[in-house]
């Protein structure tokens, strides 16, 4: 798609390289030339802006080049033996929250319901290194509890006031 863009735009430049001897030969004093070039140029400059508009990659029409901004505290969370089909207690969760923000995270487990009952909670602190890298991963075990079924984990940003700001949850299922 770009190399036939660059031929239209190479093909535009010589007409109006032809256009312009003909207005100069003809010493300015032909209206027909002199609107063919203007359309021509007129023409030459869509065609850059089309080209330049049209340079990056990506689906569907793209107005800029720029890189979009990723998302802050993105939350992903995985068991830590992959090949577990099923949770239990004493299995390992990490969480990990991508393009954090804050110093501390604390991540709870609950019961799912009309009444949820807290089963877990803990907070965890990035260290001065940690802070302002792209990603901070979490691991947290799964205490021993009699409840069997699904669990919501919730993730809390929390910030310098101490105010919570929930930044992720994900159901995993207990058996």
């Not at 239209?8 to 300015?28: D, E, M």
């Not at 604390?106 to 009309?114: H, N």
């Amino acid at each position: 798609m770009k190399t036939k863009a660059l031929f239209i735009y190479i093909a535009l430049g010589i007409a109006f390289a032809a256009v312009s001897l003909w207005v100069f030969l003809s010493k300015g004093k032909n209206a027909r030339a002199i609107r063919t070039k203007y359309k021509l140029g007129g023409a030459m400059i869509a065609a850059w802006a089309i080209l330049s508009a049209a340079n990056c990659q990506g689906p569907g029409p793209m107005v800029t080049c720029y890189d979009p901004v990723p998302p802050q505290n993105e939350v992903l969370v995985a068991a830590k033996d992959q090949n577990a089909q099923t949770l239990k207690c004493g299995d390992i969760i990490q969480v990990m929250v991508l393009s954090p923000t804050f110093r501390e995270y604390q991540i709870t487990l609950a019961t799912d319901g009309a009444e949820p009952k807290l089963l877990q909670s803990e907070t965890f602190v990035r260290e001065e290194g940690e802070v302002g890298s792209w990603e901070a991963t979490f691991e947290i075990e799964i205490a021993e509890t009699d409840y069997k079924g699904a669990v919501v984990l919730k993730v809390y940003g929390i910030d310098a006031d101490a105010e919570k700001t929930l930044v992720g949850k994900e159901t995993i299922i207990l058996h």
